[in-house]
């Protein structure tokens, strides 16, 4: 197949796992029959774009282009696009393809593409070659069936981290089915954990959030949390052993997790989303001894994703941000790792122009 042509499109890309994020100029494909131009109005900042920016994950090609949060309108499609026209507000998550015949694929989870997922940056992009470019960036081509419909009653730079905070944490509670009459922890009020704190008041849960910081407490109140945790605190930990159905678990950085198994009903689950570099000990009786299960879960798929979206259109949730211009982004890196942001730094890629 040869390589269809292509144009430039101005971005921010790091060459180097020491080296600040800087201005570049990348390449992007025309649109084929089944492709959707866009243009990048938003791109929210997730933990995730620093571990792949400084190659923390350990499969970073370099230039790097983070960004997996995307929302802007659409410029162009393909003669074979049905979905979308001209015009549309439109979203881009982690996903910008899959093999779509594998049987995950065929059921709608293609985060779990047996075949591999084509990620929004750091996968190999199988039309242009090389790795694949995400958000920081003025514009974007991807397949129609990897697209999202935004809805249009919500903010939309507030609701672009939607794309990953908020499918990431969605994505477990429907999985195991979080309700009403059921008591629900959240470990952590970071961009994940605030909003897992959301989506589970919006289920009808009892929230407990799990934090080391007291000073969190009001603002996880206001977040959905019926009740707050100081989870270094062992007597606040103890009062509350056996008491959950279910904790979803939203640290990146080191901890213990078997601090929160024990919180655990029989047959409870914990969950975690967060990524932490290095590995967790688990102890292996306070799982045993009830039944207690712990799993991982990985973001959403399409349809699941769409669902999440139109969820929060219908209940009007978004993500609480702070904008700031694409020249601040390794400030706001810096400020990511020291939790200094409520709750997610968002890019006005206006500023890239």
């Known amino acids: 197949m040869s390589k269809p042509t292509c144009y430039s499109t101005k971005a921010f890309s790091t060459t180097a796992p020491t080296a600040r994020l800087s201005p570049a100029t990348i ?20 933990h ?48 910008v393809d899959s093999c779509r015949t594998c049987p995950s694929c065929r059921q709608g989870l293609e985060q779990f593409c047996e075949n591999g ?36 009653n919500l903010n939309l730079a507030a609701a672009a981290p939607l ?35 959301k989506f589970a008041h919006a289920f009808g849960a009892k929230v407990t959030l799990f934090t080391t910081s007291p000073g969190k407490s009001a603002d996880a109140r206001r977040l959905g949390a019926d009740d707050v945790v100081i989870s270094r605190d062992e007597k606040q930990m103890a009062a509350h052993a056996g008491r959950f159905d279910f904790i979803l678990d939203c640290v990146s950085a080191q901890h213990d997790l078997n601090a929160f198994f024990n919180l655990l ?26 039944r207690r299960s712990f799993s991982g879960s990985l973001i959403g798929g399409l ?18 941000i702070e904008m700031i211009r694409m020249d601040q982004i390794n400030e706001a890196y810096e400020r990511m790792l020291k939790s200094d942001v409520k709750y997610r730094f968002v890019i006005d890629m206006a500023s890239l122009a």
Not at 34 to 44: A, E, L, N, P
Request: glycine share 14%.
């Open 265 to 290: 009903k029989r047959d409870g689950h914990l969950v975690l989303v967060g990524a932490p570099e290095k590995p967790l000990p688990v102890q292996a009786f306070p799982l045993i001894m009830r």
């Open 163 to 197: 794309l990953c905070a908020g499918i990431t944490t969605y994505s477990p509670l429907r999985h195991w089915k979080v309700g009403p009459g059921q008591n629900v922890g959240v470990v952590g009020l970071g961009g994940l954990g605030h909003m897992a704190l």
């Open 303 to 320: 349809p699941e994703t769409q669902e999440m979206l139109d969820f929060c259109g219908a209940h009007n949730i978004t993500c609480d």
């Open 48 to 95: 995730s774009d620093l571990h792949f920016a400084r190659n923390e994950w350990g499969f970073t090609t370099y230039p790097a282009v983070p960004g997996h949060e995307i929302v802007g309108q659409v410029t162009a499609v393909g003669s074979g696009v049905k979905k979308f026209k001209v015009g549309d507000t439109v979203g881009v998550g982690c996903l």
């Open 117 to 152: 997922m084509v990620m929004t940056y750091g996968s190999t992009d199988p039309i242009l070659g090389g790795g694949t470019l995400g958000g920081y960036s003025q514009s974007i081509v991807v397949t129609e069936d990897f697209v999202l419909r935004m809805p249009a």
């Open 27 to 46: 390449e992007r494909r025309q649109p084929g029959a089944r492709d959707v131009q866009i243009k990048i109005t938003y791109c929210g900042v997730c």
